[in-house]
Antibody, heavy 120, light 109 residues
Framework: QVQLVQSGAEVKEPGASVKVSCQASGITITNNYMHWVRQAPGQGPEWMGVIHPTDTGTTSAQRFQGRLTMTRDTSTSTVYVELSSLRSEDTAIYYC?????????????WGQGTLVTVSS | EIVLTQSPGTLSLSPGERATLSCRASQSVNSNFLAWYQQKPGQAPRLLIYGTSSRATGIPDRFTGSGSGTDFTLTVSRLEPEDFAVYYCKQFGGSPLYSFGQGSNLEIK
């Protein structure tokens, strides 16, 4: 079955960077759009960006451009998100999610989430 | 930017009652790309409804989605104890590409 397993919680100081991983099993990441979504405490989810399956190109929400890097390692079936210049407002649970390939733009499998805390 | 506004923020009902949750968009949304997700504490969101009205695999038929344009609704006909959760609508096609509502908390009365 499909599983997305994310790396553990992180605590970072303001101005630092964080890199979260998401290892996939049961799917081939080169055949799927893999998204990153974050959720600040008590708030709705916020879409961050997506890594494309075939050309490893990425599309990200404008508010993250310049700070967000999404990559993948096909040898380990792992996708990564890195966010730089962290500030307290970046404290959130970060999720990876698979976009179902039915052209209906829905996320049918999610990782368990990674809590990133930004604090001095 | 397409903003999704959900109401009510919190709905208190008893098992067996009917729940109606609203999602209003700041501009017209392609109904093919309006989805609903359910989230329970400590869990990731779970896909419920896609394409405005199609149920995802394994979702019981007491969940119904409807709407078009800027107004969409999720109805739960007879609440079961496991239905009490937070519900989010999501759209694709605006800027940013995807956006979620702020959520409706369905709580036990």
């Amino acid at each position: 079955q499909v599983q997305l397993v994310q790396s553990g919680a992180e605590v970072k100081e303001p101005g630092a960077s964080v890199k979260v991983s998401c290892q996939a099993s049961g799917i081939t990441i080169t055949n799927n759009y893999m998204h990153w979504v974050r959720q600040a405490p008590g708030q709705g989810p916020e879409w961050m960006g997506v890594i494309h399956p075939t050309d490893t190109g990425t599309t990200s929400a404008q508010r993250f451009q310049g700070r967000l890097t999404m990559t993948r390692d096909t040898s380990t079936s792992t996708v990564y998100v890195e966010l730089s210049s962290l500030r307290s407002e970046d404290t959130a649970i970060y999720y990876c999610a698979r976009e179902r390939g039915h052209d209906d733009k829905v996320f049918d499998y999610w990782g368990q989430g990674t809590l990133v805390t930004v604090s001095s | 930017e397409i903003v999704l506004t959900q109401s009510p923020g919190t709905l208190s009902l008893s098992p067996g009652e009917r729940a109606t949750l609203s999602c209003r968009a700041s501009q017209s949304v392609n109904s093919n790309f309006l989805a609903w997700y359910q989230q329970k504490p400590g869990q990731a969101p779970r896909l419920l409804i896609y394409g405005t009205s199609s149920r995802a695999t394994g979702i019981p038929d007491r969940f119904t989605g409807s709407g078009s344009g800027t107004d969409f609704t999720l109805t739960v006909s007879r609440l079961e104890p496991e239905d009490f959760a937070v519900y989010y609508c999501k759209q694709f096609g605006g800027s940013p590409l995807y956006s979620f509502g702020q959520g409706s908390n369905l709580e036990i009365k």
